[in-house]
């Protein structure tokens, strides 16, 4: 390929050295919009025909050398040169190669500045829509799961502490809750974004007629940017985009953090499969869940993508400055991280196996009946804190003697409160009590049954 003097370089003396030109160049990160950038620049030149701008001719002559340009890059034919500062230009060159003069009308009524905040805006829309299908492929591995669990019991934790009884299916399904929210998020993202700058130029539009709702129409944007000073400093998608991703990553860190405790000797509620655990170069015995470890800390940067990216913006100039440049490293940074994690975390839930037999036999340590005993108290029509009260007095009892309050026999509860009769004995136990909750959305088999039914439907729907 011959070497494109940049028009530019009229403007100017000397030419930036090779430290500079290394330091300047976004192609090695900017590469991979090369489809966004050609796609744009087929819709920007058919409008440049069909206002006259061009010719049909010169317009097909383009269409075909930017498309024989993709097919070359696809087969990995296409030598970058990072001399070319960007896909932008590199593309271009490319095209003024191939068909000559002709290629140099493309960037008619165009500059990078639109013509990059549009091909990101492209790349993030489609981006999304394989997030949201990843999303959606963890959110039924969940449900899946929720099934195989859907009436038996373990305990919920509330400060890392055992709480109450609740059905390992609804436990599952609080994640699918989460996901769901990402998964809106990211819509909603989605939405906004999905409108076409093209046309902007470098700042201040165009004298030239270029019909932007024609670019926008053939790009599949839902509208056009009404200020072109707006248009092209906005990376406020960028940030949006990025918080999306950290909270699907926090997410899926504190799935992480949970499975990781969950496996360990001393919970033991669950076995990773063989194949999502490693072993010790020293210590035989052991299976380490070093993919969920990698999950919790690639949050770190997810995270710090947003923080970069926000202080890309922060107190930047209007309008375009080269700065916006970084926006690309911390946007991808970010889909790429969360992208594997949602599949590695996929794969782990698909086959993990909770130890049923285990977390039964465990079940009645921790007193996790004893908000089920206080429940019971209120009916019976006791104040709640005077009811609170009288179990935590049982529970220390209990404690004391290494007893279960199931173990305590009726004469003694009842010298501490009259109204217990022999019916409590329904209440007291932790395995039976997950069936008692009625409220709506409650962690018991009935609910998580609904839940199931729910998802099931709505998932396979998308
Ligand atoms: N590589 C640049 C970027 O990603 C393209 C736009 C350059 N525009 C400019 N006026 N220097 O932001």
């Known amino acids: 390929m ?30 991979r919009l090369y489809k966004y950038d050609i796609v744009a620049s087929i819709a920007h030149a058919q409008m440049l025909a069909e206002q006259k701008l061009i010719t049909r001719d010169e317009f097909k002559q383009i269409k075909d050398a930017l498309i024989e340009t993709s097919q070359e890059i696809a087969d ?30 493309l960037h008619t009524g165009r500059s990078r500045n639109d013509q990059v905040a549009t091909d990101m805006r492209l790349w993030m829309r489609d981006q999304i829509e394989i997030l949201q299908a990843k999303i959606t492929l963890l959110q ?21 502490q055992r709480a109450q009884p609740v059905v390992i299916a609804a436990y599952l399904l609080s994640f699918v809750e989460m996901l769901e929210r990402d998964y809106l998020r990211m819509q909603n993202c989605s939405r906004l974004l ?15 007629p270029l019909d932007r709702k024609t670019t926008a129409n053939q790009l599949g944007f839902s509208d056009i940017s009404y200020n072109s000073i707006d248009a092209v400093a906005d ?24 499975w990781i405790i969950f496996a360990s000797g001393e919970f033991d509620l669950l076995r990773l499969d063989d194949s999502h655990c490693t072993s010790s170069s020293m210590m035989p015995q052991k299976r380490n869940p070093d993919p969920l470890e990698l999950i919790r800390a690639k949050t770190g940067t997810v995270y710090g993508a947003l923080m970069a990216m926000l202080t890309v913006l922060k107190a930047q100039p209007l309008t375009y400055n080269r700065d916006l440049q970084e926006d690309k490293r911390h946007i991808f940074a970010a889909a790429d991280t969360v992208s594997v994690s949602l599949d590695m975390a996929c794969a782990i839930v698909t086959r993990v196996k909770f130890k049923t037999d ?14 089920a005993l206080v429940e019971y108290l209120v009916r019976k029509g006791l104040a709640f804190r005077e009811a609170h009260g009288i179990v935590g007095t049982l529970v220390a009892r209990c404690e004391k003697d290494n007893k279960k309050l199931a173990d305590i026999d009726l004469s003694e509860l009842k010298q501490h409160c009259s109204s217990i009769d022999n019916d409590v004995y329904q209440y007291l136990g932790a395995a039976k009590l997950a069936d008692k909750y009625i409220t709506a959305g409650a962690a018991g088999p009935t609910q998580a049954g609904e839940q199931i039914a729910y998802w099931t439907k709505q998932l396979d729907r998308r």
Not at 239 to 255: A, G, K, N, P
């Open 194 to 208: 999905n409108i076409s700058p093209l046309g902007s130029g470098a700042v201040a539009g165009s004298s030239l």
């Open 358 to 371: 285990k977390i039964a036999a465990g079940l009645e340590e921790g007193f996790l009946d004893a908000t």
């Open 235 to 258: 990376r406020d998608f960028c940030v949006e985009f990025i918080f999306d991703c950290t909270m699907v990553q926090m997410h899926l860190s504190r799935l992480a953090e949970d």
């Open 2 to 31: 011959t070497e494109l003097k940049k028009s530019w370089e009229k403007r100017l003396n000397g030419q930036p050295d090779e430290l500079t030109v290394d330091f300047m160049q976004s192609l090695s990160v900017d590469k």
């Open 140 to 160: 039924k591995a969940f449900v899946k799961s929720a099934e195989k669990y859907a009436e038996v019991v373990m305990p919920a934790y509330t400060h890392l």
């Open 76 to 105: 990995g034919r296409f030598k970058f040169e990072e001399i070319y500062e960007d896909i932008h230009m590199a593309l271009e060159a490319a095209l003024i190669n191939k068909i000559g003069d002709v290629g140099k009308k």
